[in-house]
């Protein structure tokens, strides 16, 4: 079945560091693929997505590039900053739900610690 | 933002007692809403699809009599964790979608539940 798989942490930087949090995927077909976070204390908020190969979604300083031949969706920031610690979750979509976002596969987290 | 609200945030129960949990969709109607569960270092999993006037959806390994899901109107769904044991000790997420083409899932911001 469909899958993803994230490295797993936790991974700390220190401030203006370069981020990199990989994410492979297993599906059939073709997904949207996700990046959500959770800052503390807070619910999930999707930071970013792609909804076809060789997309690339972007927001806040965080980038991640669709690869079909690779499988994969990292997520990478080139200077994260100490608001940036949270979890992060990488998912995918699989299915459609009267044209709006399905339901979605997560990855188990990665959570990024940024010390000043 | 299209928000979400989940409650409780945090709920402590006996055991063979009955949890509630109640999602509502604070300015968006949402005619489908999905229930995730969280265990510690796992990712989310998908509980089911709650469809407003119609039986939930549950995903395979799921006991539906179980976890009871009520989708009685546009904006709030239920889940209720019946006869509750401590191996039901987990974190609940709820999310939901405006309708529309690519309009993204909003999350709760989830319920721990501890069985004891």
């Not at chain 1, 909804?51 to 690869?67: L, M, P, V």
């Not at chain 1, 998912?91 to 959570?111: E, M, V, W």
């Not at chain 2, 709820?94 to 319920?111: I, K």
């Amino acid at each position: 079945g469909n899958s993803v798989t994230q490295m797993e942490g936790p991974v700390t930087l220190s401030e203006e560091a370069f981020l990199t949090i990989n994410c492979t995927y297993t599906a059939t077909g073709y997904p949207s693929l996700f990046w959500y976070v959770q800052y503390p204390g807070e619910g999930l908020q999707l930071l970013l997505k792609a909804t076809k190969a060789d997309d690339k979604g972007s927001n806040k300083g965080f980038e991640a590039t669709y690869r079909k031949e690779t499988t994969s969706f990292h997520l990478e920031k080139g200077s994260v900053q100490v608001s940036d610690s949270a979890v992060y979750f990488c998912a995918l979509s699989d299915r459609n739900y009267g044209g709006s976002q399905g339901n979605l596969i997560f990855g188990k987290g990665t959570k990024l610690s940024v010390k000043p | 933002g299209a928000v979400v609200s989940q409650h409780p945030s945090r709920v402590i129960c006996k055991s063979g007692t009955s949890v509630k949990i109640e999602c509502r969709s604070l300015d968006f109607q949402a005619t489908t809403m999905f229930w995730y569960r969280q265990f510690p270092k796992q990712s989310l999993m998908l509980m089911a699809t709650s469809n407003e006037g119609s039986k939930a959806t549950y995903e395979q390994g799921v006991e539906k009599d179980k976890f009871l899901i009520n989708h009685a109107s546009l904006t709030l769904s239920t889940l209720t964790v019946t006869s509750a044991h401590p191996e039901d000790s987990s974190f609940y997420i709820c999310s939901a979608s405006p309708t529309g083409l690519g309009s993204p899932l909003h999350f709760g911001n989830g319920t721990r539940l501890t069985v004891t």
